[in-house]
C-alpha cells in the first residue's frame, strides 16, 4: 500500500509539472495591481538560515517562545534568535534533512527529518537532547506539553514520546488513501487530548497520555471518480481559539468544531493546504485558487472575499494589527484590511518566494523566506 501511494505520489507530482509546462489552458499568477498604500512595514533585522525551505516543497516555520525566535533549514541548521535585537545566540548543524520544524516549548526544540527522525535540542544551548525514530518522514513541528512529545508522520501515524527520554509511550494509526498531498499539520496538544488533522478528511483527538482515540469528526468526504479529485488532506494545520477548533481541508470544507467533543459547529465548501486565522471575530482562508475570505466565527457566512491574488500559491494567512498578511510566490507579503479584504500595504521579502505563514507577535512580524532569509518587521 505505501508502495503503490509513494509512486502514485511521483504519477501525481510529474502530471502536475507537464500540465504546468505543456497546457496552453494553464494560467499564470494574476498580475499586482496599484492600490493606496495606508500602511508600511518597517524593516527590524534580518538573517540568513541556511538554505531555507530547500528545494523541495518543505513548510519550516519558525517559532517563538519568549524573547527568542527559533528556525530551521532544510539542510539541517537551526538557530536561536533574540527576536528584537536579531543578536543570533546560537546555532547548530544538524547535517540531517530537516523537513518538520519547528517546536519549541518546556527548554525544548523539536524537529523532524526526511529520514524518520525526531530530535530535541536544549532550547538554551542548542544541544541535542535526545533522538528517536519514527515510520516516516515528518514534515510538521512537533509539539509539547513538556510531559509528551506529540509527532504527526506523513503516513498518518500520531506518535507520543516521553519528553525527557524520547522513548515511545504509544501510537496511533490512521488510514492512509491511495493519494495523499505531500504534507501534514502540526498536530496541537489542547489539556489532555492531542489534536491532529489527517489525509482522509478527519480530524481526531486522542488521549495525550495513552493514545487512545476520543472522538474523531470527519471534516471532508471524498468525491469524485478519479483519485485525484478524492485528495481530501488537512495539511494546513488545526488552529484553536478558546474551546473552538478551526480547520480547513483541500477539496472539501471549512469547518469549526468543538474541542471536547468533536461536534461540528458550523461548516462550508472550501478547499486550503495551508490553514486558516482568526481575528476579531473572523476566520480567515487562504484557498487553493489564491483567493482570501473573511468567514463569520459563529457561523458559515462569507464576510468578503478577495480574489486578486489568484493563483499566487499564498501562505496560510496570520493577523497583524487589523490586517491579514499572506505570503505569494514572488516573495511578497500582502496586507488586507480585516474589515473589507482591500490592500492596504505589500511588501517585497524574498526573490525566492513566501511559502509558509507570516508569524506574528504582538506587533511584530516574522517572515521566512523560501531562500533562508528571515525577515523582522514592525508596522510603521
Not at 527590524?44 to 523541495?56: A, E, P
Not at 519568549?66 to 532544510?74: P, V
Not at 545566540?89 to 544538524?94: E, G
Request: charged share 20%; hydrophobic share 40%.
Amino acid at each position: 500500500m505505501l508502495r503503490w501511494k509513494h509512486v502514485a505520489l511521483l504519477a501525481l507530482t510529474l502530471l502536475a509539472v507537464g500540465c504546468s509546462s505543456n497546457s496552453k489552458k494553464e494560467l499564470p499568477p494574476a498580475e499586482l495591481t496599484d492600490f493606496k498604500e495606508e500602511v508600511r512595514l518597517e524593516k527590524q533585522w534580518s538573517r540568513s538560515v541556511g538554505d531555507g525551505q530547500g528545494d523541495l516543497y518543505n513548510l519550516l516555520e519558525p517559532a517563538v517562545d519568549g524573547q527568542t525566535i527559533y528556525a530551521a533549514s532544510a539542510e539541517g541548521r537551526v538557530m536561536a534568535i533574540q527576536r528584537e535585537s536579531g543578536e543570533v545566540l546560537w546555532k547548530k548543524d544538524l547535517d540531517l534533512p530537516v523537513s518538520g520544524a519547528v517546536g519549541v516549548g518546556n527548554g525544548m526544540v523539536l524537529l523532524g527529518t526526511l529520514r524518520g527522525d525526531v530530535i530535541a535540542l536544549d532550547s538554551g544551548t542548542g544541544e541535542q537532547k535526545w533522538r528517536s525514530k519514527v515510520s516516516s518522514e515528518v514534515l510538521a513541528a512537533p509539539a509539547t506539553n513538556g510531559d509528551v512529545v506529540v509527532v504527526q508522520t506523513q503516513d498518518d501515524k500520531l506518535i507520543g514520546f516521553d519528553a525527557s527520554s524520547g522513548n515511545q509511550r504509544w501510537i496511533y494509526e490512521g488510514t492512509v488513501p491511495v493519494l495523499t498531498l505531500r504534507g501534514t499539520g502540526a498536530p496541537l496538544i489542547a489539556g489532555r487530548l492531542a489534536l491532529a488533522g489527517l489525509a482522509s478528511g478527519k480530524v481526531v483527538a486522542v488521549d495525550v497520555e495513552r493514545g487512545l482515540p476520543a472522538w474523531e469528526t470527519r471534516v471532508a468526504i471524498p468525491q469524485g471518480r478519479s483519485e485525484l479529485d478524492r485528495v481530501v488532506d488537512i495539511d494546513g494545520g488545526l488552529l484553536l481559539i478558546d474551546n473552538v477548533l478551526y480547520v480547513a481541508s483541500y477539496q472539501g470544507r471549512a469547518a469549526a468544531l468543538d474541542v471536547s467533543s468533536g461536534r461540528v459547529l458550523w461548516q462550508r465548501e472550501a478547499s486550503s493546504y495551508v490553514g486558516v486565522a482568526e481575528g476579531t471575530g473572523s476566520v480567515f482562508i487562504s484557498q487553493a485558487s489564491g483567493t482570501v475570505e473573511s468567514l463569520d466565527s459563529r457561523g458559515s457566512s462569507s464576510l468578503w472575499s478577495n480574489d486578486a491574488l489568484a493563483r499566487r500559491q499564498l501562505s496560510a494567512p496570520a493577523v497583524l494589527s487589523s490586517n491579514v498578511v499572506v505570503g505569494d510566490l514572488e516573495g511578497y507579503v500582502h496586507l488586507l484590511s480585516q474589515v473589507d479584504g482591500r490592500f492596504v500595504g505589500r511588501e517585497k521579502v524574498d526573490g525566492d518566494g513566501v511559502r509558509v505563514r507570516p508569524l506574528v507577535v504582538g506587533n511584530w512580524m516574522y517572515v521566512f523566506g523560501n531562500s533562508g532569509k528571515l525577515v523582522a518587521y514592525t508596522l510603521r
